[in-house]
């Protein structure tokens, strides 16, 4: 009696701190002594971006995002690869710049600045932050006088999947899981999208996908976006072999969401089934990316999420699946250059065996945020 009683009365542990007794358990042998300084930044403010809106008064908004202190850390970026690479030139040795080795990884630029690396950095995608250490907020975006808004605030990591992707003029581009739609957003913002699916299983959610394309994007560029809600993992059979470029930005644990908020969180005991199954599905939606592609096009792969599990684990064995199973080879790009390239405004993990992770820090509480550049044979 007593025992029935007391399990009836029992309080209910909340779903935060289930997630984060999981993540003390897990990220504590995966990060090792990196994990306190990552559990106290997700515990506490995080820092946003304000990706610009070309679509808008950019050049305003700009000159006003500067007065404020913040900087666009796309193109201060860009800065830094120049300078790198105009000391490189200096009697055709490479000297040693600020940007090498600092960052204590090991990391350094490609000898000859990559191909990669030059587009990235020249697409249109601006994103203004604060600088390290600076926990100063953005005010919400105003409207243009045709009542566009300004900037969309996200996770400034968010950014560094959609640079990887490095579309190029007229590429068709395929958005598999694309509600909200912060990345599309910054997708339409390269200006070179020839074309861009946006899917979303989600009907309510695609209902985001469209307000943000009627708040951010003119008609003429919205009528090269085509919006559906499909399950992703049925694309490879829909529409097969037909993108340049693929984002599959998937649902996760969302680790930082899951640590600060009750509402809509996946360690409620009724979710643990849908929990388990993630990496699962983050695989069918992997693969579904790759066989969207078209031969030689590329695919990233993201998550927000440090969890090696639904990261590397998951690409590791996609490229597995599309050997064994469909004859199809599929090569990881090296992305190492973004660690050196985006070091002061991330704080990023160097121990990926595949990809790149971005760890929050209370000096640069972004992320978390992984991604993984695959290309089709
Ligand atoms: N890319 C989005 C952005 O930047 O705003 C965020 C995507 S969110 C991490 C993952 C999305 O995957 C959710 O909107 C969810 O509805 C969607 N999703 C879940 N299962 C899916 C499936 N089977 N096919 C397509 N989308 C799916």
């Given at each position: ?159 560094l999947p959609v ?143 440090l969890s090696q ?22 090569h990881i790009e ?44």
């Amino acid at each position: 009696l007593y025992k029935k009683k007391w399990a009836t009365t029992a309080p209910r542990i909340p779903a935060p701190r289930l997630a984060l007794h999981h993540f003390d358990t897990t990220y504590s042998l995966q990060l090792q002594e990196l994990w306190p300084a990552v559990r106290s930044a997700m515990l506490c403010e995080q820092k946003y971006g304000a990706l610009l809106n070309n679509f808008a008064c950019a050049d305003l908004t700009a000159q006003r995002l500067e007065l404020l202190s913040a900087t666009d850390f796309v193109s201060e970026a860009a800065r830094r690869a120049r300078c790198w690479q105009e000391s490189a030139g200096v009697g055709g040795e490479r000297r040693k710049t600020s940007l090498e080795g600092s960052g204590g990884d090991g990391t350094t630029l490609p000898t000859e600045t990559s191909p990669l690396l030059r587009a990235s950095l020249s697409s249109n995608v601006k994103c203004y932050t604060f600088p390290r250490g600076d926990i100063s907020r953005f005010h919400p975006a105003r409207p243009d006088s045709l009542g566009i808004l300004s900037y969309y605030l996200m996770d400034a990591a968010s950014l560094l999947p959609v640079l990887a992707l490095n579309v190029q003029p007229d590429d068709f581009v395929l958005d598999l899981c694309a509600a909200p739609g912060g990345k599309m957003l910054a997708l339409l913002q390269t200006g070179a999208c020839g074309h861009l699916a946006a899917n979303d299983v989600s009907i309510s959610r695609t209902k985001r996908l469209y307000h943000i394309l009627n708040s951010y994007v003119p008609k003429e560029v919205r009528e090269t976006v085509s919006v559906t809600s499909h399950d992703g993992r049925d694309w490879g059979e829909l529409q097969g072999g037909t993108f340049h470029k693929v984002l599959v930005d998937v649902p996760c644990t969302t680790d930082r969401h899951s640590v600060m908020e009750e509402e809509n969180n996946i360690f409620h005991k009724m979710r643990t089934k849908e929990r388990q199954m993630l990496p699962m599905l983050q695989l069918q939606l992997l693969m579904a990316g790759i066989l969207a592609a078209k031969p030689e096009g590329e695919v990233v792969y993201s998550t927000c999420s440090l969890s090696q599990l639904q990261n590397e684990h998951v690409v590791e064995r996609a490229i597995d699946i599309a050997e064994t199973q469909f004859g199809i080879t599929v090569h990881i790009e090296d992305l190492s250059h973004f660690r050196t390239l985006f070091q002061d405004t991330f704080c990023f993990f160097s121990g990926c065996r595949l990809g790149e992770l971005v760890l929050p820090h209370l000096t640069a509480n972004f992320g978390p945020m992984y991604f993984c550049k695959l290309r089709r044979a």
